[in-house]
């Protein structure tokens, strides 16, 4: 009999014999259709542990699976793949090999914040997103994402400056992910406004990139929360069980 | 609620976007204020909040970051502060969460306050309010159709709010608390004020729908679909007019409305404009007063058919 919603069923869990008969009936093709079994060989046991130790991760053992972030989640109604429910699932059942098949779209979480609008038991499953996220690269499972290595660019410029330059950060962002900033659709964008735009704003946008806007006496605000920032990241690496960045 | 001039002066933080990309924002609020007579005081030397990235490094950053302006607002005589953009209303508002509920949030706080030598804010002593908040309770409808001489009869309108003016819930303790004041699943002070103004608000279903703002360089491709999405509803329910009160919200749009045509061939004609301006023309000031020239998307042509600018 055909398998019934195979889309919910990952295709190397699905094995079909080209050629088989059976007490002299041919079944050959999807008529022999196998489910292999679910087999868990490994878990990590302290996987729930570990996300938990990362912020935004504190409250997953809250979760009883009631699945309403992944029914709110904006990035699941454009990818079913992205579950927030079944990772959570995985993490504290410490399945840790199923949770890495999606490892390089956990990132993709938009914040809307969704979810833990709709969670009921607080479990704040965008920080949780994020948290994994955190995870997987400092696990060594992923690369920097894309999303992180915008949020470094933009908080480099916040906590050394103590205000940012949006079009610093947009340059920086392509050159450091090694992207072209002649994007199509910036220039189309850029060159629509240049036509109609007063000269006096291009003037203060040349002006904003000469003189970087920042706050005035930042010195000691910027050198306390890079202080804190450091003793954080020694702090969720030892969490992990890691050495110390530069030991990597 | 109306006539309530509580916020009559209010101390201003504009914040990052408001000098940058939201340029017309800073300038269409200024405006609008200076028509309606509320007084906007800049905070002195203020910093970012910490936008939607800094909290993915580490979140306490986020809050001493938004502790510090309310911190100056406090020091500057002031009980409240208004921020037009979501991403710094939203984060003033839960680090006054945080340091109201959580003792790490605090000390954190503690630390880098008398580290970077200033004082440290308390919880309790200021109150943000959002540009929507500022001109609902402060004029008002009542007082709104009293000041309109440009109606903006005849324009339709989706009132986009995005998600850092409603999610999560429990940093907006104000909301949700019955008639008159703001829904965080169908808010409606946009809706309000420009409803006041003669616009005709179009039933809209996306109003607190993501545009994706967070990745719109970082996952361009969901963003698109994202913004994609709303533009399409907006025009499927019949709007001129994206109405917007956040400049990311705004620039993400704008931008990838563009990129929609460019990389996925899907032209929207739907245009886009900050509430402020829509208001500002309302009460009589020019298109250009208000920065309509500096949208990226060109509403000009459409206001002069509705005779506005």
């Not at chain 1, 504290?92 to 990132?107: C, Q, V």
Request: charged share 25%; net charge neutral; hydrophobic share 35%.
């Amino acid at each position: 009999m055909p398998i019934h919603e195979k889309s919910l069923i990952r295709p190397e869990k699905l094995v079909e014999h080209e050629e088989l008969v059976i007490e002299g009936m041919d079944v050959s093709g999807h008529w022999s259709t196998f489910i292999e079994g679910r087999s868990v060989p490994d878990y990590n046991e302290n996987l729930q542990e570990e996300i938990a130790a990362l912020p935004g991760g504190e409250n997953i053992h809250r979760c009883w699976q009631c699945g309403s972030c992944t029914n709110s989640c904006t990035v699941n109604a454009i990818n079913p793949d992205f579950n927030p429910r079944y990772w959570i699932y995985l993490i504290r059942m410490g399945m840790e090999d199923e949770l890495l098949r999606d490892k390089d779209i956990i990132w993709q979480c938009v914040s809307c914040n969704k979810c833990t609008y709709a969670c009921p038991r607080d479990v704040v499953p965008e920080g949780v997103m994020k948290a994994t996220s955190h995870w997987l690269e400092l696990k060594g499972h992923t690369p920097k994402s894309p999303s992180m290595i915008f949020d470094e660019a933009f908080s480099e410029q916040v906590i050394g400056r103590g205000k940012i330059e949006d079009g610093l950060v947009l340059r920086e962002f392509y050159k450091r992910t090694g992207q072209p900033l002649a994007q199509p659709w910036l220039i189309a964008m850029v060159t629509g406004l240049v036509k109609r735009f007063p000269v006096i704003y291009l003037m203060k946008l040349g002006f904003a990139t000469v003189f970087r806007p920042k706050t005035r006496g930042w010195a000691r605000a910027r050198d306390a929360i890079n202080e804190y920032v450091e003793e954080r990241e020694a702090a969720n690496r030892k969490a992990l069980g890691l050495g110390s960045k530069g030991a990597k | 609620m109306a006539g309530d001039m509580k916020y009559k002066k209010v101390a201003y933080y504009p914040g990052c976007a408001l000098e940058g990309s939201g340029h017309a924002y800073n300038r269409s609020t200024k405006a609008v204020g200076k028509e309606l007579g509320l007084d906007l005081v800049e905070i002195k030397n203020w910093n970012c909040c910490g936008a939607m990235e800094v909290k993915n490094i580490d979140p306490k950053i986020q809050t001493y970051l938004s502790a510090r302006n309310l911190s100056i607002t406090e020091e500057m005589g002031f009980d409240t502060v208004m921020a037009p953009c979501n991403g710094c209303y939203h984060n003033l508002k839960k680090a006054e969460y945080d340091l109201d509920h959580d003792e790490t949030s605090k000390e954190v706080n503690n630390r880098l306050s008398s580290k970077a030598g200033h004082k440290t804010y308390e919880a309790g002593k200021v109150e943000t309010i959002h540009a929507l908040d500022w001109i609902k309770k402060s004029i008002g409808e009542d007082g709104i159709r009293e000041r309109v001489k440009n109606s903006l009869q005849g324009i339709k309108v989706a009132n986009y709010y995005g998600c850092m003016y409603t999610r999560p819930r429990h940093i907006f303790p104000e909301k949700d608390q019955g008639p008159g004041s703001e829904s965080t699943s169908k808010p409606h002070y946009m809706d309000d004020i420009l409803a006041a103004a003669g616009a005709e608000n179009v039933d809209f279903p996306l109003k607190t729908a993501c545009c994706g703002g967070a990745h719109t360089l970082s996952d361009s491709d969901t963003s698109t679909k994202l913004v994609l999405n709303i533009l399409t509803a907006a025009e499927a329910c019949g709007a001129d007019v994206v109405a917007t009160e956040c400049p990311t919200c705004h620039t993400g749009l704008e931008m990838h409305q563009i990129r929609a045509e460019k990389v996925l061939g899907r032209k929207t004609n739907i245009k886009i404009l900050y509430f402020t301006q829509l208001l500002g023309m309302a009460l009589g000031l020019s298109a250009k007063k208000v920065g309509v020239n500096e949208n990226f998307s060109d509403a000009r042509s459409l206001l002069k058919e509705k005779g506005l600018g």
